[in-house]
């Protein structure tokens, strides 16, 4: 079967570092992918990675480690905006097509 | 703003009523995919388009009907359902399936309460 795991919740201090985990495994892998989701709003994409590594764009890095099964996504000079649920995503190939599997997401409270 | 479109942003039904929800991208894309979302679980895909055609129908039952006219718009039909079936319901677009890398542009959703 398919499983995405990362904590239910967090919190963090407005202008820390903060680190989301997610683990999964599923029958093939071919891309990861992070999206942020605010209360009562549509996902929203922040992040993909297919190979080992880290990749970073502004404030926001995912990193991934194939062997492991894991990835993260790396929060840095946290605002007060950036409270809201990160979900951790993966695709796979199932029947020759490209399908998308959701975790149940990580709710990040940040305080002042 | 996404350049994916839901209406209604919330509906409440009847276990009786008929409704439908409809879902247009403005985006070119190909693929059209509709998600439900329950508190505290994960997005459970629900159906997947791509180029009209429908790809993957998630073991959804069948008091959930959608539809693909065209690959701009996406509707999903709703009858004779149950209180649990109340949740976010979320439509998403994407280049389509066959693509390398695509991410998903997601709707604002329907908020859908069964009474």
């Known amino acids: 079967g398919q499983n995405i795991d990362q904590p239910t919740e967090m919190t963090a201090t407005e202008g820390a570092i903060v680190q989301i985990n997610c683990t999964y495994q599923?029958?093939?892998?071919?891309?990861l992918f992070w999206y942020q989701q605010h209360a009562g709003e549509a996902p929203t994409f922040l992040s993909y990675?297919?190979?080992?590594g880290l990749e970073e764009k502004g404030r926001f890095s995912s990193f991934l480690s194939r062997s492991k099964g894991y990835s993260y996504l790396l929060l840095k000079e946290l605002q007060m905006k950036d409270s809201a649920s990160y979900l951790c995503?993966?695709?796979?190939?199932?029947?020759?097509?490209?399908?998308?599997?959701f975790g149940a997401g990580t709710r990040l409270a940040v305080h002042p | 703003e996404t350049g994916v479109t839901q209406t209604p942003r919330h509906l409440v039904m009847g276990m009786t009523n008929k409704k439908s929800l409809k879902c247009e991208q403005h985006?070119?894309?190909?693929?059209m995919y509709w998600y439900k979302q329950s508190a505290k679980k994960p997005l459970e895909l629900m159906f997947v388009?791509?180029?009209?055609?429908?790809?993957e129908n998630n073991s959804v039952p069948s008091r959930f009907s959608p539809e693909c006219p065209n690959s701009s718009h996406l509707f999903l039909h709703l009858h004779t359902l149950q209180p649990e079936d109340s949740a976010l319901y979320l439509c998403?677009?994407?280049?389509?399936?066959?693509?390398?890398?695509?991410?998903?542009?997601f709707g604002p959703g329907t908020r859908l309460t069964v009474t």
């Open positions: 985006l070119g894309h190909n693929a």
């Open positions: 388009y791509n180029f009209k055609e429908q790809t």
């Open positions: 995503a993966v695709r796979f190939l199932s029947g020759g097509y490209n399908k998308l599997i």
């Open positions: 990675n297919v190979l080992d």
């Open positions: 998403a677009s994407s280049q389509d399936l066959g693509t390398v890398s695509y991410e998903q542009y």
């Open positions: 599923t029958s093939g892998f071919n891309g």
